[in-house]
Protein backbone atom coordinates (compact mmCIF):
# COMPACT_ATOMS: atom_id res chain seq x y z
CA UNK A 1 0.00 0.00 0.00
CA UNK A 2 0.96 3.08 -1.29
CA UNK A 3 2.92 5.52 1.94
CA UNK A 4 0.00 8.27 2.93
CA UNK A 5 1.96 10.15 5.90
CA UNK A 6 4.98 12.22 4.74
CA UNK A 7 7.81 14.36 5.93
CA UNK A 8 8.34 16.80 3.35
CA UNK A 9 12.39 16.30 1.94
CA UNK A 10 12.79 19.76 0.77
CA UNK A 11 11.08 23.15 0.33
CA UNK A 12 8.14 23.01 -2.37
CA UNK A 13 5.85 24.86 -4.14
CA UNK A 14 2.47 24.30 -3.51
CA UNK A 15 -1.30 25.76 -3.96
CA UNK A 16 -3.31 26.21 -1.15
CA UNK A 17 -7.33 25.37 -1.94
CA UNK A 18 -9.55 26.92 -2.15
CA UNK A 19 -8.19 30.27 -2.57
CA UNK A 20 -5.56 29.09 -5.17
CA UNK A 21 -2.78 31.04 -3.16
CA UNK A 22 0.59 29.81 -4.28
CA UNK A 23 3.27 29.85 -1.83
CA UNK A 24 6.09 27.35 0.33
CA UNK A 25 5.26 24.53 1.65
CA UNK A 26 9.02 24.29 3.92
CA UNK A 27 11.30 20.92 4.21
CA UNK A 28 10.38 18.79 7.99
CA UNK A 29 6.54 20.07 7.20
CA UNK A 30 4.37 16.85 8.06
CA UNK A 31 1.53 16.55 5.18
CA UNK A 32 -0.97 13.54 4.38
CA UNK A 33 -1.79 12.07 1.57
CA UNK A 34 -5.92 13.20 0.82
CA UNK A 35 -5.68 12.61 -3.24
CA UNK A 36 -3.25 11.36 -5.92
CA UNK A 37 -4.62 12.04 -8.94
CA UNK A 38 -3.66 12.94 -12.64
CA UNK A 39 0.15 13.55 -11.69
CA UNK A 40 -0.42 15.85 -8.90
CA UNK A 41 -1.43 15.77 -5.18
CA UNK A 42 -3.72 17.17 -2.71
CA UNK A 43 -1.85 16.79 0.82
CA UNK A 44 -3.37 18.41 4.31
CA UNK A 45 -0.78 19.97 6.17
CA UNK A 46 -0.10 23.27 8.60
CA UNK A 47 -4.20 22.78 9.37
CA UNK A 48 -5.23 22.96 5.45
CA UNK A 49 -5.39 21.61 2.21
CA UNK A 50 -2.45 21.89 -0.43
CA UNK A 51 -2.36 20.59 -4.21
CA UNK A 52 1.29 19.96 -4.83
CA UNK A 53 2.11 19.83 -9.12
CA UNK A 54 4.04 17.19 -10.21
CA UNK A 55 7.24 18.87 -10.53
CA UNK A 56 7.70 19.13 -7.04
CA UNK A 57 6.29 15.05 -6.02
CA UNK A 58 9.82 14.30 -4.95
CA UNK A 59 9.48 16.31 -2.00
CA UNK A 60 7.58 13.88 -0.98
CA UNK A 61 10.08 11.32 -0.48
CA UNK A 62 12.12 8.84 -2.85
CA UNK A 63 9.88 7.35 -4.89
CA UNK A 64 6.89 9.83 -4.88
CA UNK A 65 7.19 10.74 -8.38
CA UNK A 66 7.14 7.32 -9.30
CA UNK A 67 3.95 6.75 -7.39
CA UNK A 68 2.18 9.30 -7.57
CA UNK A 69 3.28 11.13 -11.06
CA UNK A 70 2.37 10.12 -14.15
CA UNK A 71 4.90 9.57 -17.65
CA UNK A 72 5.85 12.64 -19.73
CA UNK A 73 3.61 12.54 -23.07
CA UNK A 74 1.43 9.36 -21.52
CA UNK A 75 -1.22 10.52 -23.41
CA UNK A 76 0.61 10.18 -27.22
CA UNK A 77 -1.09 9.08 -30.08
CA UNK A 78 0.56 7.89 -33.00
CA UNK A 79 1.58 11.08 -35.24
CA UNK A 80 -1.23 11.37 -37.38
CA UNK A 81 -3.77 9.92 -35.15
CA UNK A 82 -5.30 12.74 -33.85
CA UNK A 83 -8.86 13.32 -32.95
CA UNK A 84 -11.42 15.42 -30.51
CA UNK A 85 -11.41 11.97 -28.44
CA UNK A 86 -7.46 11.90 -27.44
CA UNK A 87 -8.04 16.06 -26.37
CA UNK A 88 -10.94 14.77 -24.34
CA UNK A 89 -8.94 12.02 -22.91
CA UNK A 90 -6.00 14.06 -22.00
CA UNK A 91 -8.64 16.44 -19.90
CA UNK A 92 -9.54 13.14 -18.01
CA UNK A 93 -6.40 13.06 -16.23
CA UNK A 94 -7.26 16.92 -15.19
CA UNK A 95 -8.70 16.90 -11.47
CA UNK A 96 -10.08 19.35 -8.69
CA UNK A 97 -7.97 18.62 -6.20
CA UNK A 98 -10.85 18.26 -3.59
CA UNK A 99 -12.80 15.81 -6.05
CA UNK A 100 -11.86 12.28 -7.14
CA UNK A 101 -13.56 12.87 -10.42
CA UNK A 102 -11.81 14.13 -13.48
CA UNK A 103 -12.98 17.71 -14.90
CA UNK A 104 -15.33 15.64 -18.22
CA UNK A 105 -17.01 13.32 -15.77
CA UNK A 106 -17.81 15.88 -13.29
CA UNK A 107 -19.15 18.15 -16.07
CA UNK A 108 -16.93 20.72 -16.09
CA UNK A 109 -15.94 20.98 -19.80
CA UNK A 110 -18.67 22.99 -21.75
CA UNK A 111 -16.52 23.54 -25.43
CA UNK A 112 -14.24 21.92 -27.13
CA UNK A 113 -12.63 23.16 -30.72
CA UNK A 114 -9.80 22.19 -32.63
CA UNK A 115 -8.34 23.20 -35.68
CA UNK A 116 -5.61 22.24 -37.88
CA UNK A 117 -3.11 25.14 -38.39
CA UNK A 118 -1.08 25.72 -41.45
CA UNK A 119 2.26 24.41 -39.77
CA UNK A 120 0.02 20.78 -39.01
CA UNK A 121 0.02 21.18 -35.73
CA UNK A 122 -3.33 21.51 -33.78
CA UNK A 123 -4.91 24.62 -31.82
CA UNK A 124 -7.19 23.29 -29.19
CA UNK A 125 -9.97 25.92 -27.12
CA UNK A 126 -11.84 25.05 -24.48
CA UNK A 127 -14.37 26.66 -22.59
CA UNK A 128 -14.73 24.95 -19.20
CA UNK A 129 -16.59 26.42 -15.87
CA UNK A 130 -15.97 25.31 -12.05
CA UNK A 131 -17.91 23.56 -9.12
CA UNK A 132 -18.35 27.60 -7.70
CA UNK A 133 -17.83 30.56 -8.94
CA UNK A 134 -15.25 31.67 -5.72
CA UNK A 135 -12.94 29.33 -6.17
CA UNK A 136 -9.99 30.33 -6.34
CA UNK A 137 -8.56 26.51 -7.88
CA UNK A 138 -9.95 27.41 -11.45
CA UNK A 139 -6.58 28.85 -12.77
CA UNK A 140 -4.80 26.39 -11.58
CA UNK A 141 -6.99 23.59 -13.04
CA UNK A 142 -7.62 25.68 -16.10
CA UNK A 143 -3.93 25.58 -16.50
CA UNK A 144 -3.43 21.75 -15.29
CA UNK A 145 -6.24 21.62 -18.57
CA UNK A 146 -4.37 23.58 -20.92
CA UNK A 147 -0.49 21.82 -19.81
CA UNK A 148 -2.37 18.38 -20.61
CA UNK A 149 -3.12 19.57 -24.02
CA UNK A 150 -0.20 20.80 -25.28
CA UNK A 151 1.66 17.60 -24.13
CA UNK A 152 -0.34 16.12 -26.93
CA UNK A 153 2.39 15.97 -29.86
CA UNK A 154 -0.17 16.94 -32.50
CA UNK A 155 -1.03 19.76 -30.11
CA UNK A 156 0.69 23.66 -31.06
CA UNK A 157 -1.42 25.15 -28.70
CA UNK A 158 -4.21 25.55 -26.51
CA UNK A 159 -6.53 27.97 -24.44
CA UNK A 160 -8.70 27.29 -21.88
CA UNK A 161 -11.55 29.70 -20.79
CA UNK A 162 -13.31 29.44 -17.71
CA UNK A 163 -17.44 30.88 -18.48
CA UNK A 164 -19.81 31.28 -15.83
CA UNK A 165 -23.09 30.53 -18.42
CA UNK A 166 -24.55 28.09 -17.71
CA UNK A 167 -23.89 27.77 -14.03
CA UNK A 168 -22.44 24.14 -13.22
CA UNK A 169 -24.85 21.98 -10.82
CA UNK A 170 -24.77 18.66 -9.68
CA UNK A 171 -27.08 17.01 -12.75
CA UNK A 172 -23.81 17.44 -14.86
CA UNK A 173 -21.74 15.18 -13.65
CA UNK A 174 -21.59 12.11 -15.78
CA UNK A 175 -22.97 8.46 -14.77
CA UNK A 176 -19.22 7.12 -14.58
CA UNK A 177 -18.73 10.46 -11.84
CA UNK A 178 -21.84 9.77 -9.68
CA UNK A 179 -20.71 6.39 -9.67
CA UNK A 180 -17.36 7.43 -8.10
CA UNK A 181 -18.66 9.82 -5.68
CA UNK A 182 -21.69 7.45 -4.77
CA UNK A 183 -24.52 9.37 -5.61
CA UNK A 184 -26.25 6.48 -7.43
Known sequence: MAQTNFILTRDCRATLIPS???LDLRAGTKAMLVQALGGTV???ARGGLYRIGSSDLDALGEGAQATYGVEEKSQ???VGAFSDT???DALRTCFDPEIPVNIVDLGLIYDLHS???ENGQYQVSVKMTLTAQGCGMGP???SDAREKIESLPEVGSAQVDIVWDPVWNPHMISPEGRKILGLD
Do not use: P
Request: glycine share 12%; charged share 10%; no cysteine.
Open 20 to 22: GDV
Open 140 to 142: AIA
Open 76 to 78: SVA
Open 86 to 88: VVW
Open 115 to 117: QKG
Open 42 to 44: TVQ
